[in-house]
Each structure stands twice: as C-alpha cells, then as structure tokens.
C-alpha cells in the first residue's frame, strides 16, 4: 500500500490534489502512475480498413442498419468502451482508493500524455473537459465584455453557440457580428474569399472595428462542412489586432484532421476539440487548450479546485463518472501503436468519402455543397429534385424546399430503408451530409445512391 509522500495539497481533502505540482514538473522528473486496470493491444488482430471484422471488433455497430452518420455523435471504439467498463468497477471495488488517491494523477497523466505525444503544447495549457459545449460555456461566463464591444462569427457556427452568444450579447449590450458563408465553394480561391476574405473587410482601424474583441470559428461546420483555413484567417486577425482573442471550436478536428497539433497555430489563444467524435473515444471526454497567459479562463462548474490554477480549476467539477476520460488510455493506444498514427486511418476516410461524393454526384447528377478536395471526412451532396418531390409528395415544381422536407426525407432513408444519413436543407436544396470512417466501405454508399434512384419520378 503506499504511504502518503507529504505532497502540498491545493484543495479539499483529497489525498491526491497535487495537480499543478504534477502538470509543472519537467518530463525528466515526472514518473507515470502505475495503471491498475491494463490494457493489452497485443489481443486485437490486424483488420483491414472497411471490413466486416474490423466493424465487429471496433465497434458495436447494429448490422441491420446503413451508417454514414459518424458526424452526429461519433461512435466509440469498442475496446475502448470495455476499457472504461473495467474502469468502472475498478471504481466501485474500493471508491476512496480511486476518487481520493488515485483519480487525479491519472487524469494529469492523460493531460500530460496527450499535451505531448497528441497536441504538442504545453500540459499547462490542457485541460480535460466532458464535451465541445462545457469548454464553450466556461469561455463565454469567464468574459467580460463592455456595451458595444463586438463578437465574430460565421454563419456557419454551431447553432447551440450561436443561440448562448444572443443571449450574452443581449444581457451586455454587446453586438454580435454574424458574417454569412455562401455555397457551393468551388475551390481554394473560392474559399478564401469566403472565409479570409470577410476580414479584409472587417478588421480596419475604424474605432467601431476596434470594438471587435472574440472571434469564434468553427474550423469544420457541422452543417455545412469544411475545412475553414483556421491557420491563415487567425494569422491574419493577430497581425492586424493583436488583442483581439481567437477562439476555435475544432469539435470534429481530432481524428478527422491531418496532422491536427496546436503548436502550427500560434495564434490561436483558446481551442477546444471533442474526443467522442472522429477520435472514437468514451462519450463526455474532450480537451481544451488555452495559450499560456491569454485569457483567464474558469469551468463553468467551479469545485475544490477554485483558485488554484488553471488545470486544477477543470480537472474535477463534482463526483462524476471519471472512468470515461480513463479510456483515453485505451483510445490513445489504439490510434498510436495499432494504427501507427493517424495518417494511414484518416487517409482511408479521406479517399472514402471522396470517392463516395463523387460516385453519388455523377449518379444523381446534382452538385457538392463544398468540394471535397476542401473537406475532411464529411462531404454534402445534393440530393436530385425529382427525388425529393416525389419522398415529399409534392409535384409543383415552382415550390421550394423546406427545413422540414429535410426531416421527412431522412425519416424516408431511416425507417423505409435503415440508412442513418442526416439530410442539410441550404440554401433551398436538401443534400445528404456523408460521414466516412474506417468502418465505412463504398458499398455503404453505392445502397444510398441505388435507393435514391429507385425513388426517382
Ligand atoms: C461544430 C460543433 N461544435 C460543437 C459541437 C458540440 O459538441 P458536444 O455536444 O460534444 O459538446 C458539435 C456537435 O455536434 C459540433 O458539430
């Protein structure tokens, strides 16, 4: 059994809340908790991207159904889910043990762990946080923003953002600047006039632009999704107001994004990414970044950790269900030594999902919402006319299409055929958002395609 070692403790009783010591001490002094509950890699065979033993080994993926719908909530690697089961019960064998002893410094492991072989920052810019949205209100209660101060966005933002910063602008007068995207983007050009291109305009030195003090982008819409030139846009707003802070909710980035590490992007101060998503981590696990001295950021659930530092602020927020960030372990394991990194799984998706837009494109003859050379691992297509008026059940051709045509022709894929596909209505005309990751093969989408033209009029 081991002996309490007399570290400081910053908060509450916790035999172990040494947090900041253990997130601030250099890797040659720092020493890995030892991990109760293993994980052995060396039980799963090597499957091949698309396979059905892939599918069944890695995921719980119901057969019966179609699923090109990874960008809603994510799927969670199987392995992983078990992991966190064990975890779990490891928990409950002797409660004290973990919450009180064992809990914190293995949080700040994964802290560290990621910090370095995952985001390359520094661990005292990191913390872990249950989702996208729990960073996002801790971002806007820790504002503090005067009457006609100003905050940027894209059309293209998260809805559930877009709504919390009405209401913020509201109660402090503030002014929301909401900036329309316009599609179809056609190439690289085409994007950077719609998206850098805004701030050319905006970011003058007229003392109204001045007022501008947060710009917040996602870099891949879910709506709508692309890959928003995040490194070239905040390069830009730094070099023209170095004050302004620039805010990046890269929820759908880690897993579905090449090379995504933070320090290409000095001049991004506070970024927050989902590990439930493109990363196939346990569902409530995410991490946010925030620059060194930027912003004095707070968890919007403030507990023990009150006042004592940045990473002791986030790291527990009330008992909950910690087992889930454990199997972080499990999904960092998976990506670095069984995959080998995460260029060889995301490429497949990449060429997936390319392949699959352009093969429905053709086969409906319709158009891309975005090009896929500008998308990750989600691209829209649109669906054809005909099709859609004949799901919809209406032949007057001088109508327009509506937001709940859109749910009645994914209820149409859901129930009449198993096909998990969300359907976006922009700009008038419905297309299917597909999603592709390595349980997805082109025979998933080539079902999708031949439904559609089954039901053409
Ligand atoms: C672009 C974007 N941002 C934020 C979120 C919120 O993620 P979460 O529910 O995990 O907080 C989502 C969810 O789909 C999203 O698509």
């Known amino acids: 059994m081991e002996k309490n070692n007399g570290a400081k403790r910053d908060f509450g009783s916790f035999h172990s809340s040494n947090v900041e010591e253990l997130i601030h001490l250099s890797e040659s002094e720092y020493k890995s908790p030892k991990l109760d509950v293993a994980f052995d890699l060396s039980v799963f065979e090597k499957f091949e991207f698309g396979s059905s033993d892939l599918k069944k080994n890695f995921f719980y993926l119901d057969e019966r159904f179609c699923f090109l719908n990874h960008g809603a909530f994510g799927l969670s690697f199987k392995p992983v889910l078990d992991y966190v089961h064990e975890w779990k019960c490891y ?5 004290l043990r973990f919450y009180d002893r064992q809990i914190m410094p293995l949080l700040v492991d994964l802290i560290r762990k990621f910090s370095s072989m995952i985001f390359k920052c520094k661990p005292n810019e990191l913390a872990l946080v249950d989702n996208c949205t729990f960073a996002f209100n801790s971002l806007i209660s820790s504002l503090d923003l005067s009457p006609g101060d100003k905050i940027f966005i894209f059309s293209t933002t998260y809805g559930v953002y877009k709504k919390i910063l009405k209401d913020y602008c509201i109660k402090k007068k503030a002014i929301l600047i909401e900036e329309a995207i316009s599609f179809p983007i056609i190439d690289e050009k085409d994007l950077m006039q719609k998206t850098l291109g805004k701030f050319k305009s905006i970011l003058s030195e007229d003392e109204e632009d001045k007022k501008i003090r947060l710009v917040l982008i996602d870099h ?16 830009y707003c730094k070099s023209k107001r170095s004050d302004i802070l620039f805010v990046v909710d890269a929820a759908h980035s880690l897993g579905s994004v090449k090379n995504f590490t933070i320090d290409q992007y000095p001049n991004i101060d506070i970024m927050f990414t989902n590990c439930h998503k493109w990363f196939c981590g346990p569902k409530g696990t995410g991490f946010l970044y925030v620059k060194e001295i930027s912003f004095r950021i707070r968890p919007s659930v403030q507990s023990h950790g009150i006042n004592s530092g940045f990473n002791s602020e986030f790291i527990w927020s009330g008992l909950k269900d910690y087992a889930s960030f454990l199997g972080l372990y499990a999904s960092l394991n998976i990506w670095l030594h069984y995959f080998g990194g995460f260029d060889k799984p995301i490429e497949y998706c990449y060429s997936m999902v390319r392949q699959a837009s352009e093969y429905l494109k053709n086969l409906w003859q319709t158009s891309f919402m975005v090009d896929p050379s500008l998308c990750s691992t989600m691209v829209c297509v649109q669906l054809p006319d005909s099709f859609v008026r004949n799901i919809i059940k209406n032949d007057d051709l001088e109508s327009s299409f509506s937001y709940n045509d859109a ?15 969300p359907i976006k209505y922009i700009q008038n005309s419905l297309y299917v958002r597909l999603s592709a990751h390595i349980y997805n093969k082109i025979e998933d989408y080539e079902f999708l395609g031949d439904v559609v033209m089954q039901n053409v009029e």
Do not use: C, K, T
């Open 220 to 235: 891949i819409p879910s709506n709508q999704p692309f890959l928003v030139p995040i490194d070239r846009i905040s390069e």
């Open 407 to 421: 749910e009645i022709v994914q209820n149409f894929f859901y129930f009449s055929h198993s096909i998990e596909v």
């Open 91 to 95: 928990a409950e064998s002797q409660p």
